[in-house]
């Protein structure tokens, strides 16, 4: 008899809402997810990965270049304005918001972004298996939810065994970006972060200068507007073995 299937080991860094599509959002869906959107065959959840699914950079964009991967693109305002921007780099946009994933499409037809793709999946399933290893050049994490609710923080994406996770993605030399206008998540992820034998520090000081490609979004202008510090770290990934 066999052992029954584990639903997850780790609590995941969102709760999945559901709500009514638009028409666009739907159209979205229906028109434009054939080529944007990668079907992922799926494990016990619906934004699970299934062990044996991969997306392999070459066949799915048609070539072969520098791969950058953010990890809960939102609306795609930062990935599609990055993409727009170099067009010698290949973009994979990770989210788990249908209606984010709708606006992005949407948008990246508009743009005519060709070089970027969409995963509705959890994130560090992505890193973790999805993606050949060292795949990625680069991996974003811009505003992550911060769970800022103490019983909640479990929940934060960047917590002890992250790093092993990301760097596993990651090419040897390549960079893990993040930003939060929360202060205590950032404190969080600089500590996990220098703690992780698998990277070293890409800034000097106390936090790394803002990330010139990353563009203003009305998610950030949000946090300024109330006050709260924009914080930014870069990680390298030291090379392995």
Not at 2 to 20: A, L
Not at 137 to 164: N, Q
């Amino acid at each position: 008899m066999s052992e029954p299937r584990t639903f997850r080991e780790e609590p995941v860094s969102f709760v999945r809402r559901s709500g009514r599509m638009s028409e666009a959002q739907e159209r979205a869906f229906e028109e434009l997810a054939p080529f944007y959107l990668f079907d992922v065959a799926r494990d016990v959840a619906f934004t699970s990965v299934h062990p044996e699914a991969r997306l392999e950079p070459a066949s799915v964009y048609g070539r072969t270049a520098p791969l950058t991967v953010e990890i809960g693109s939102g609306q795609g305002h930062a990935i599609i304005a990055a993409a727009t921007a170099n067009p010698d780099t290949d973009f994979l946009a990770v989210e788990v918001f249908r209606a984010g994933l709708a606006r992005t499409m949407l948008d990246a037809d508009k743009a005519d972004a060709r070089n970027l793709r969409l995963v509705e999946a959890n994130a560090p399933e992505v890193l973790s298996t999805l993606l050949p290893e060292a795949a990625a050049s680069e991996v974003w994490i811009f505003f992550p939810d911060p769970w800022h609710k103490k019983r909640h923080t479990k929940r934060r994406l960047v917590r002890p065994g992250f790093p092993e996770t990301a760097a596993r993605a990651l090419a040897d030399g390549g960079v893990l970006r993040l930003a939060t206008d929360w202060e205590d998540y950032a404190l969080q992820m600089r500590e996990v972060l220098d703690d992780a034998p698998e990277f070293e520090r890409a800034f000097d000081g106390e936090w790394a200068e803002r990330f010139d490609g990353r563009v203003m979004t009305a998610f950030e202008r949000k946090g300024i507007t109330k006050g709260r510090d924009i914080r930014d770290l870069a990680y390298r990934r030291v090379p392995r073995g």
